[in-house]
């Protein structure tokens, strides 16, 4: 499994990708300095995301199914938050932001299956409910997501080598709690 670097073709499969893609590409062509960060699985506390979605469906429900071969890396809005004001703070990328524009990938470290996500949200909530893993093609949806959403880090790494990235399952622990206070 290759995770994807910023410089590999991009492959859209549904109007989200698309309209991400498309808003690169105008700011690239105003010739603006900066950066262009990627995420994936982004959710926190606040607002509609995954992990509010399963606490919900959890509490409801006696079973669900959740697909187990698409991965990626869920990343925690405060974590993203973090590395935007780290790279604007810090003078070695202040100079780079200023200089030109990047694109970078950012997500919190190691890879899981939205099953697995899952399985660690009821796990670290005490949600008694039952997953079923279930293949994508089974999963009735009109949007085409990848199979594979892991993208490579190495490049922030670069030009951020102190950086700290945590791990999903800490940052996903932080953030439930903070939903249970």
Known sequence: LKPYEENDETKPL?????TKLKGEKV?????????I??????????????????????KERERINVV???IGSP????NLANLVLTM?????????????????HFSDNCICSWYD?????FKFSNINCEINPIK???????VERPQNNVMSKAKIKKYLPDLVIPYWQDSLTYCLAEIHK
């Open 27 to 35: 700011i690239a062509k105003t010739g603006c300095n900066g950066a």
């Open 117 to 121: 996500f899952t399985k660690s949200i």
């Open 88 to 104: 604007l703070y810090s003078d070695r990328t202040t100079k780079i932001l200023i200089s030109q524009l990047n694109t970078y």
């Open 136 to 142: 994508t093609k089974d999963f009735p949806s009109k």
């Open 75 to 78: 990343t925690y809005a405060k």
């Open 68 to 70: 187990e071969d698409q």
């Open 14 to 18: 549904n109007i989200y990708g698309l």
């Open 37 to 58: 960060i990627r995420t994936s699985w982004l959710y926190s506390e606040f607002g509609n995301n995954f992990v509010k979605t399963m606490l919900s469906l959890g």
